[in-house]
Nanobody, 118 residues
């Protein structure tokens, strides 16, 4: 069974930085796509950034130039480097992994809280 574990959330002042990590365990198969979503107060869960196994990245407009997603294939791990954080970035950040072989389907982590104070 695939398990995604996020870490790196916390409290930071506006303008600060955080680095989130997510590791997928329970399979040796690499995910087709891994990504970060967030749920902010009053909004539905939305894509923040994703990366494919071909290193193709996709970013939401609201994080372009501020966040960077990267991937360590050997460990089925992704990172999200977040800079210039703003209070509106506050929310729960979820890791996702999509497999097209093996544990086929979309898998989710439990989420990690990011709080940006003004």
């Amino acid at each position: 069974q695939v398990r995604l574990v996020e870490s790196g959330g916390g409290l930071v002042q506006a303008g600060g930085s955080l680095r989130l990590s997510c590791s997928a365990s329970g399979t040796r198969i690499g995910a087709k796509t891994m990504g970060w979503y967030r749920q902010t107060p009053g909004k539905q869960r939305e894509l923040v950034a994703s990366i494919t196994n071909g290193d193709r990245t996709n970013y939401a407009d609201f994080v372009k130039g501020r966040f960077t997603i990267s991937r360590l294939y050997a460990k089925n791990t992704i990172y999200l480097q977040m800079s210039s954080l703003q209070p509106e970035d506050t929310g729960t950040y979820f890791c996702s992994a999509r497999f097209i072989v093996g544990p086929i389907g979309d898998h989710w982590g439990q989420g990690t809280q990011v709080t940006v104070s003004s």
